[in-house]
């Protein structure tokens, strides 16, 4: 059985495809219960204050935040905010084929014109609960809980 000692030194997985998969546990994760602090639309995140404000629920918000932002946002919004830094493992997908290799383990549509930049879908990623957000043209964001972080990064290394 395969550990995470395959991540190289900048914690990216190896891989001979044009793809960049990379670990990215470190962004700041926020849950905000609640009407949301800014005017979202399901199914589209919002890029503001170096984080992306994700609507999950109508009365559920996700704030996934660049780790030098997140104190400030973890003080700006209070007890209002649950921390989840530690509940959910994010795993970046970037290149052209980043879709592609989604696909093979994921039933998230992610085709550009389904899911533009800033889209942003919970669904099933290898068979687990979990988000998808379209960071960019060519990046995409999985993010599941921590427990699973093994079976992800086993999952998109065996199918890279």
Known sequence: MRTLAFLTADRSLPTRAPLGPADRSDLVKLELHGPPPRSLTMGQALRAEQAWWCPVTPSRTLVLADPTAGPVLRARLGEAAVDLTCGLVALSLSGPCAEELLARFCAIDT??????????????????????????????????????????????????
């Open 111 to 160: 085709r550009p014109h389904v899911l533009p930049v800033g889209g942003f879908r919970p669904g099933s990623i290898a068979r687990t609960p979990g988000y998808v957000l379209r960071e960019g043209e060519q990046q995409l964001l999985l993010l599941v809980g921590a427990a699973y972080a093994r079976h992800l990064f086993d999952v998109v290394a065996d199918h890279a």
